[in-house]
C-alpha cells in the first residue's frame, strides 16, 4: 500500500509541473482535483457516510484538521511550489516528511520514536540526498530557497501534521469513505482560494490536456493514494509509515530516465541501495520491539 502511495505521489509531482506548463493555476488545480475526487466517490460512499453524520460531527475538529492540512494545504502548497521551483528541489524537501512525522507524533505524544526508526531515517534520507545531489556535495550547498522551497516547507509540516493526527480517527468507516469525508472537509478551505483565482483572473481553458492531468491526479494520487496511504497508517502507524515518503524522489528518478531519456549511473544505484536499507531498517525494528 505505502509503495503503490508513494508511486502515484511521485507522477503527481510531474503532473503537477506539466499543469504549471499549461498555465493551470494551482489553487485551481487544487479545486479542481479535489472536487473530481468528491464527485467519484460519492455514488460509492454516501450512504456510509449518511450513517456516520452523528459520529463525523462529534470530531469536527479532528476532520477540519486532517481536511485543512492534507487536501488544502499539502496540495495547494505543492502546485504553488512547482510553480516557483524546480521538482528536484520539491524531491529534496519529501526527504524531511518523516522527519516531520515523528517530530508532530513525538510532541503530541501519539507515538514513540527510538534509535531504530532514526537510523533507518538517517540512512534512506541519505540515499535520497545521493540521487538529488549527484553524490556532489556543492549541488546541495548551492541549492537557493526561493518562494517555491518555502511552499514545500509549508507543505511537508502541514503532511506530518495530517499523518500524525490521522491516528486519532478511532470509529469504524472504510478508507474510501474517510478519504470522502477528508476531502469534503478539505474543499471547504479550498473553495476560498479557488474564488481568488477567479477573481484575480487567473482562469483554466479547457483541453484535452487539462482532462488528462486531472482524470491521473483525481484517480491516481488522490484516491488511490489516500486510500492506501490511510490504510497502512492505520496498519502499522505514522512513523513506520513516514519512512517510506523517501521512495517518491526514488521513483521521480525512475520517471526522469523512462520519460526523459536519462541515464541510471552509479549515484543513482547508491541511493537506492540505501532507501531500501533505510526501509527493512525501520521495519525491522518495530517487529523486533
Not at 16 to 25: D, H, S, T
Not at 27 to 51: D, G, H, M, Q, S
Not at 136 to 155: H, P, Y
Not at 215 to 230: D, K, Q, R
Request: positive net charge; proline residues 2%; contains cysteine.
Amino acid at each position: 500500500m505505502l509503495v503503490c502511495a508513494t508511486l502515484f505521489w511521485a507522477g503527481n509531482f510531474t503532473i503537477g509541473k506539466l499543469a504549471f506548463l499549461e498555465n493551470i493555476p494551482p489553487n485551481t488545480l487544487a479545486f479542481l482535483r479535489w472536487t473530481l475526487v468528491w464527485i467519484i466517490l460519492f455514488p460509492f460512499t454516501y450512504k456510509e457516510v449518511l450513517k456516520l453524520k452523528n459520529k463525523i460531527k462529534q470530531n469536527l475538529s479532528l476532520f477540519s484538521i486532517l481536511g485543512f492540512t492534507s487536501v488544502c494545504i499539502f496540495t495547494s502548497f505543492t502546485y504553488n511550489a512547482l510553480n516557483y521551483t524546480q521538482v528536484i528541489n520539491a524531491s529534496l524537501f519529501n526527504t524531511a516528511i518523516p522527519v516531520t512525522i515523528i517530530l508532530v507524533c513525538f510532541l503530541l505524544k501519539i507515538e514513540k520514536t527510538n534509535i531504530f526508526q532514526i537510523s533507518g531515517l538517517l540512512i534512506s534520507v541519505l540515499g535520497i540526498l545521493a540521487i538529488i545531489t549527484r553524490l556532489d556535495l556543492n549541488i546541495l550547498l548551492s541549492l537557493n530557497f526561493n518562494k517555491g522551497d518555502l511552499f514545500m516547507i509549508g507543505a511537508i509540516i502541514a503532511w506530518g501534521i495530517y499523518s500524525a493526527y490521522l491516528r486519532k480517527q478511532t470509529f469504524n468507516v472504510s478508507l474510501l469513505a474517510l478519504v470522502h469525508i477528508i476531502c469534503t472537509f478539505g474543499l471547504i478551505f479550498l473553495l476560498p482560494l479557488f474564488i481568488i483565482d477567479v477573481v484575480q483572473g487567473e482562469t483554466v481553458e479547457m483541453s484535452s490536456n487539462l482532462f488528462y492531468i486531472l482524470i491521473y491526479i483525481a484517480i491516481f494520487p488522490s484516491i488511490g493514494s489516500y486510500y492506501c496511504w490511510a490504510g497502512a497508517v492505520s496498519i502499522i502507524g505514522a512513523n513506520r509509515a513516514g519512512i517510506f515518503l523517501s521512495l517518491i524522489p526514488l521513483f521521480s528518478t525512475i520517471f526522469a530516465i523512462l520519460f526523459f531519456n536519462e541515464k541510471f549511473l552509479f549515484f543513482h544505484l547508491i541511493g537506492s541501495i540505501l532507501i531500501i536499507l533505510g526501509l527493512f531498517l525501520s521495519n525491522k525494528k518495530i517487529k523486533n520491539a
